[in-house]
């Protein structure tokens, strides 16, 4: 079987990357794996072509362990307690309460989260230039509509291959509600959680809420390999860290925006929450895409404007961190010249990392909000023509701006198509977009106002 994420042999070169940009020194594994035969080169889809033989196999999970054991290097501007990365942020700004129109904007951002999240389906993990080429080929450059194959030419075709899993669901042609996606089980995940554990809920919760209603193939990246770890009695926070190279990856933030959208207009219980979940799989950057997603969407249900929405989910970002210098290179880029130059400049500062990365779709998202103004189409369009992880990306970008405009706003090109409704491998199958949100709606209702917290529980 040519299972992705999870091999060890596909492991050991994405290992060597992450350690290497947490300032371990990996010379010594990368010389013994290189003398073995193995491959340093990280494979982009998951899993090399065929299973390593044996021998090298039993290497690269000894190789994995030596790397787990080596000695990281102090990080205080980027810690992983809660308590730590409280210390380094700023007051939490204070946003309009919560107002009568606050069940139509969780509507919204349900919605918009969905309308993102299928436009970026098809052309997920092909990249910028490629999906520039499809587009002028079937004349729809710039993006501003669904994806067709009507009129594309075959050999654009078989340069640039559409997703596998979403070909047959994602195009104009073919769809007929919204199809499955993690970006969407998840957030169907968080909403169960709160209703079963409310606020007050654990790491542990959320591990065994996985282990209750989501199947392990539905699951990549940092979340499988945490996945793993569970199924292994690997406690938190090791769910993060043993043989998981992709812990600063993009996982946990498209787990998070239902707990700013059930807290709104308090970013900073958003963002603890969302720790509380990420680093059952993530530390460092990839926990703070969390927070920031979970921020965004509290703002995102009070704010007047997607500037108030940045600048309020930008303080639960430990100031310098990475992500942070990722989310205000974004703003930075997005205020300056056309889209094509603001894009290159994060593929300039960003082209070399993969394409599920934190980084890279941070700013791509921060981008795509500042630049789009607030209009549904031109913000999702922004965050798919950027290549890397376009459904990601875009269900992010659709939630927060579909939350600011109300399903009339996001209008009826994106809307007609998902038909209100969600496909998902949870159990129970299928689900209404209107009860989701009036359910999230419920939830948000009968929390108290915002304020300050001195809840740091970690367990």
């Known amino acids: 079987m040519r299972l992705t994420w999870a091999q060890p042999e596909d492991l050991v070169a994405h290992e060597l990357v992450q350690s290497r940009a947490e300032g371990r020194d990996t010379g010594a594994v990368l010389a013994r794996w290189t003398a073995a035969g193995g491959d340093p080169v990280p494979v982009v889809s998951g899993a090399g072509p065929t299973p390593a033989p044996a ?6 999970r000894t190789l994995l362990d030596e790397l787990d054991a080596l000695p990281t290097p102090a990080a205080d501007h980027e810690p992983d307690p809660w308590e730590r990365i409280e210390e380094l942020l700023p007051p939490p700004p204070v946003l309009p309460a919560p107002g009568d129109g606050l069940a139509e904007r969780v509507r919204g951002a349900w919605t918009g989260r969905a309308a993102g999240c299928l436009l970026g389906k098809p052309v997920e993990k092909i990249p910028r230039e490629g999906i520039e080429e499809i587009l002028r ?18 050999d654009v075709a078989a340069r640039w291959p559409w997703n596998r899993r979403s070909a047959g669901t994602s195009l104009e042609e073919n769809i007929d509600g919204t199809p499955e996606d993690d970006d969407l089980n998840y957030p169907m995940l968080a909403l ?16 065994a809420l996985w282990l209750d209603l989501m199947p392990a193939g539905r699951v990549f990246t940092a979340e499988r390999a945490a996945y793993r770890n569970i199924l292994d009695a ?5 769910t993060a860290t043993h043989h998981n190279p992709f812990r600063e990856w993009i996982g946990a933030l498209i787990r998070t925006d239902l707990y700013g959208w059930t807290h709104p207009g308090d970013v900073r219980t958003a963002a603890r929450l969302a720790w509380t979940d990420a680093r059952l799989s993530h530390t460092r950057n990839g926990v703070y895409g969390a927070m920031w997603a979970a921020a ?20 639960v970002l430990p100031p310098r961190s990475r992500i942070a210098a990722a989310v205000g290179l974004g703003r930075e880029a997005a205020a300056e010249g056309d889209v094509r130059s603001g894009l290159d400049r994060l593929h300039a500062a960003y082209g070399d990392l993969h394409w599920v990365h934190v980084l890279n779709n941070a700013a791509v998202i921060s981008y795509a909000l500042a630049r789009g103004g607030g209009e549904f189409g031109p913000s999702v369009s922004i965050a798919v023509t950027a290549g890397w992880d376009t459904d990601s990306a875009a269900a992010t970008v659709g939630g927060v701006v579909g939350a600011l405009s109300g399903v009339d706003g996001i209008g009826g090109r994106w809307t007609r198509p998902l038909d209100g409704r969600i496909a998902t491998s949870l159990p129970g199958g299928e689900r209404r977009i209107d009860e989701l949100a009036a359910r999230t709606a419920a939830l948000a209702a009968a ?5 300050p917290t001195n809840d740091t529980r970690t367990a």
């Open 55 to 60: 021998p090298l196999r039993a290497l690269a």
């Open 137 to 154: 080929a079937t004349g729809r450059w710039p993006l501003d509509r669904w994806f067709t194959a009507v009129g594309l030419p075959a």
């Open 192 to 207: 169960e959680l709160l209703e079963r554990h409310g606020p007050g809920f654990t790491t542990d919760d959320v591990a």
């Open 234 to 238: 690997r406690p938190v926070p090791e």
């Open 296 to 315: 965004l969407g509290a703002a995102a249900m009070t704010a007047g404007s997607v500037e108030e929405v940045l600048d309020a989910a930008q303080t």
């Open 447 to 451: 929390r108290p106002a915002p304020g």
